[in-house]
């Protein structure tokens, strides 16, 4: 399992409470472990507020002169702006609203008096993992380019031998322009499962994120690397031409005509031969490779390449 470590240097918290010590006490807390605080004393303008400021979290209590709690968690659960920001609920010991709280879109909640441990977990795991979904593409729920250059940028730090494989479709612009984007999407689905999948083969020293479009990276050690590769292109050559023949029947074009294959072109770069000491030179590299491999035209089969290229060995 790959875990970003990605904290924030400082996460932006709200507090909506028309209690002053409730709020004197919990911003204490989150002072303290470097978080910045932003206080509501009621929900009249909340949500203005929370507009403005795009909180990662606001701890929202459910009882409040004027406009509610609920009123404010409905609010946010109903415009696109705020959908996405966890919110947990914080309740009197007799309140009957906590299911209704739930059902509205609430992340969690607490009883006053507030436990201020169990709160700065909560908070911490919410945002943690929060975090962890925004790092992940739309569409295949795969890492995306933050995650990817953050473990890159790891590897690097930590001086461990990586093979860095940038993974581009060849005439996959050619589908979406004849079936749709829908159409191509099975492709780009394809490829996800296909990369996941691998983790069952190789679940040590694996990594698998989607960049974008029809853009892929793995990351993979020196010794497994061309099993690797050979295991992603020999079964994406397999089932894609599938694809391609469920789209031309779907479709109801009898022939094929100019409708070329979708293959892969595999940019391989390790420093293992390369003297590599920031992100930026390893997808400098991958991306000469990758051009390469697309100077070749009417491609049948996907295509590997690794960068063979040595630099000079330097001691310290």
Same mark, same amino acid.
């Given at each position: 399992?790959?875990?970003? !470590?990605?904290?924030?240097?400082?996460?932006?918290?709200?507090? #909506?409470?028309?209690?002053?010590?409730?709020?004197?006490?919990?911003?204490?807390?989150?002072? %303290?472990?470097?978080?910045?605080?932003?206080?509501? =004393?009621?929900g009249t303008n909340a949500f203005k507020n929370i507009l403005k400021e795009q909180p990662e979290l606001i701890i929202l209590d459910l009882n409040m002169p004027g406009k509610s709690g609920i009123d404010? $968690?409905?609010?946010?659960?109903?415009?696109?702006?705020? @959908?996405?920001? =966890?919110?947990?609920?914080?309740?009197?010991? +007799?309140?009957?609203?906590?299911?209704?709280?739930?059902?509205?879109?609430?992340?969690?909640? $607490?009883? %006053?008096?507030?436990?201020?441990?169990?709160?700065? $977990?909560?908070?911490?795991?919410?945002?943690? *993992?929060?975090?962890?979904?925004?790092?992940?593409?739309? $569409?295949?729920?795969? =890492?995306?380019?933050?995650?990817?250059?953050?473990? @890159?940028?790891?590897? /690097?730090?930590?001086?461990?031998?990586? @093979?860095?494989?940038?993974?581009?479709?060849?005439?996959?612009?050619? &589908?979406?322009?004849?079936?749709? &984007?829908?159409?191509?999407?099975?492709?780009?689905?394809?490829?996800?499962?296909?990369?996941?999948?691998?983790?069952?083969?190789? =679940?040590?020293?694996?990594?698998?994120?989607? /960049?974008?479009?029809?853009?892929?990276?793995?990351?993979? !050690?020196? +010794?497994?690397?061309?099993? #690797?590769?050979?295991?992603?292109?020999?079964?994406?050559?397999?089932?894609?031409?599938?694809?391609?023949?469920?789209l031309l029947n779907e479709f109801n074009l009898k022939e094929a005509g100019n409708l070329p294959f979708v293959v892969l072109s595999v940019a391989a770069v390790t420093n293992v031969t390369r003297n #590599?000491?920031? &992100?930026?030179? @390893?997808?400098?590299?991958?991306? +000469?490779?990758?051009?390469?491999?697309?100077?070749?035209?009417?491609?049948?089969?996907?295509? #590997?390449?690794?960068? *063979?290229?040595?630099?000079?060995?330097?001691?310290?």
């Open positions: 399992m790959f875990h970003t !470590g990605m904290e924030r240097i400082m996460n932006k918290i709200m507090i #909506i409470d028309d209690s002053e010590e409730t709020r004197g006490l919990i911003k204490k807390s989150f002072l %303290k472990n470097g978080n910045m605080v932003l206080e509501q =004393p009621n404010v $968690l409905k609010e946010i659960r109903n415009d696109q702006r705020t @959908v996405y920001i =966890p919110v947990i609920i914080l309740t009197g010991g +007799e309140d009957f609203n906590k299911i209704q709280c739930l059902e509205i879109g609430a992340d969690d909640y $607490l009883n %006053k008096p507030v436990n201020i441990n169990e709160l700065v $977990l909560k908070v911490k795991n919410l945002i943690d *993992r929060q975090n962890i979904v925004k790092g992940l593409h739309p $569409l295949t729920q795969m =890492p995306a380019a933050p995650l990817i250059e953050k473990l @890159v940028r790891d590897k /690097i730090e930590k001086n461990e031998v990586f @093979v860095y494989m940038y993974i581009d479709m060849d005439n996959f612009k050619k &589908y979406n322009d004849v079936f749709g &984007y829908v159409s191509g999407d099975k492709i780009i689905k394809l490829l996800s499962q296909i990369l996941k999948d691998i983790y069952e083969t190789h =679940p040590y020293d694996y990594f698998a994120g989607h /960049i974008g479009g029809d853009d892929f990276v793995v990351v993979s !050690g020196y +010794e497994n690397w061309t099993e #690797i590769a050979a295991e992603i292109t020999n079964r994406f050559d397999i089932e894609s031409k599938k694809i391609r023949e469920e #590599i000491t920031n &992100y930026g030179k @390893v997808v400098e590299i991958a991306f +000469e490779v990758k051009k390469y491999l697309k100077s070749f035209k009417d491609k049948k089969k996907s295509m #590997i390449l690794m960068d *063979r290229r040595k630099d000079p060995i330097v001691k310290e």
